[in-house]
């Protein structure tokens, strides 16, 4: 948890967070409240590691599911591990109509995947992917595997498709893009924060789940 700083004071404090609920980088939310850009970047972190502590860890996801690995960071472009040199592997879940739930993981193997996919997924759900080989094994599996082929179509006319996931990875990428570099030891933060702008409703209630988690 955050503790107050005697050096902020609560109204900077909640300046603050509105700057971060409303991703402003902290450089800029610094010049706006009125504090030292530094103060400013060693209170996003703190944020950041009280989301990571309070996230917490749901329930298993049933019915239909959409995953998927993605990769963030680093200077060269390439599908899947292919030119991912510099890169951080994610992997993604996501409930449709639901939540989403996002992990770094060191590579995509199968043997990588699966078991996080048995962690989260309910037996017998249905899973959507697209045709990346590390899936295959979802086909003799207890979950009911569907997939996606990219390079025919884009929504199936049976519903096929892992828009969701591919969203999430979307406003992911927006969002950390404004930062100037990120540290890999702290990526799974900014990851967690990622999951927590995505999950927590729009910016009302995630002002107010943060206001109370830090008991302002």
């Given at each position: ?6 050096k902020i004071s609560k109204s900077t404090q909640e300046k ?23 103060t400013a970047r060693l209170y996003f972190h703190k944020l ?169």
């Amino acid at each position: 948890m955050v503790r107050r700083a005697s050096k902020i004071s609560k109204s900077t404090q909640e300046k603050l967070i509105e700057y971060f609920i409303a991703g402003t980088t902290a450089r800029t939310a610094g010049e706006l409240a009125g504090v030292n850009r530094h103060t400013a970047r060693l209170y996003f972190h703190k944020l950041r590691e009280v989301i990571a502590a309070n996230m917490p860890a749901w329930q298993k996801m049933d019915g239909e599911i959409e995953i998927d690995e993605s990769y963030f960071g680093g200077e060269r472009k390439g599908k899947r591990g292919r030119g991912a040199a510099g890169k951080v592997p994610v992997f993604g879940l996501l409930k449709r109509r639901g939540r989403v739930y996002a992990v770094m993981i060191p590579d995509a193997r199968s043997e990588t995947l699966l078991p996080i996919i048995r962690q989260k997924v309910v037996p017998d759900s249905i899973v959507y992917t697209d045709g990346f080989k590390s899936y295959d094994i979802l086909d003799v599996s207890e979950f009911r595997h569907q997939r996606v082929n990219h390079t025919d179509e884009f929504v199936a006319s049976n519903g096929n498709h892992i828009n969701g996931i591919e969203n999430f990875w979307n406003q992911a990428k927006r969002h950390l893009r404004r930062y100037n570099g990120i540290p890999r030891q702290h990526f799974h933060l900014y990851l967690k924060e990622c999951e927590f702008h995505f999950n927590y409703g729009p910016p009302r209630q995630r002002l107010e789940t943060i206001k109370i988690w830090l008991q302002l």
